[in-house]
């Protein structure tokens, strides 16, 4: 069993401006009629909007299923939305790959660096060795540093063009991370 999750996490909203857009964009989402403009406590004790009656136009197959969507939760707060496996991309070699061993500790390292605020930690290829800003690295699964992600749980895939919409409402680049608790 357990719960899938997609999150589409900013990745250059600063602190300070992340409550507020995730207002404006709870507001543009109840408006559309995907969520409920109210949030209930009732998913792992989260704070929640459950699904409004127009959330199956967010998704790439409406009607795929509808039993168990649980709602979503705006994470406002300095956080690092992950998946496993990690999978990553080099920006300068190119090469794709899972961190392990050394490479793996040294991703952790600089991910808790991160989480205890240091925005600019650099991450070094272990192919290449060049460095690049933690929050810069992307892949097929990359991890999300942020402080505003939008967390759909239990929902059918979304689309790309509902993503690219939020993408556009929010005004920043954004990661999708995908997983299951």
């Known amino acids: 069993m357990g719960n899938w999750y997609e999150i589409i996490a900013d990745r250059d909203v600063s602190e300070a401006e992340a409550p507020r857009l995730a207002e404006r964009m709870r507001v543009w989402l109840a408006e559309r009629k995907v969520i409920e403009a109210t949030r209930k406590r009732e998913f792992l004790g989260k704070w929640i909007h459950r699904p409004g009656p127009a959330y199956q136009s967010t998704l790439e197959e409406p009607n795929l299923y509808t039993k168990t969507v649980k709602g979503l939760e705006f994470v406002v707060r300095r956080n690092v939305f992950f998946q496993m496996p990690l999978k990553l991309t080099c920006g300068a070699c190119g090469v794709r790959f899972e961190p392990d061993g050394e490479s793996w500790e040294r991703w952790s390292d600089a991910a808790d660096a991160w989480c205890r605020g240091e925005d600019t930690v650099p991450y070094v290829c272990p192919v290449c060795g060049v460095a690049e800003r ?13 402080f505003l992600g939008l967390e759909f749980w239990d929902w059918a895939p979304l689309s790309e063009q509902f993503i690219r919409e939020v993408t556009e409402q929010l005004g920043h680049r954004t990661v999708v991370v995908r997983g299951k608790l």
């Open 134 to 146: 933690l929050t810069e690295w992307t892949g097929d699964a990359p991890w999300g540093f942020g």
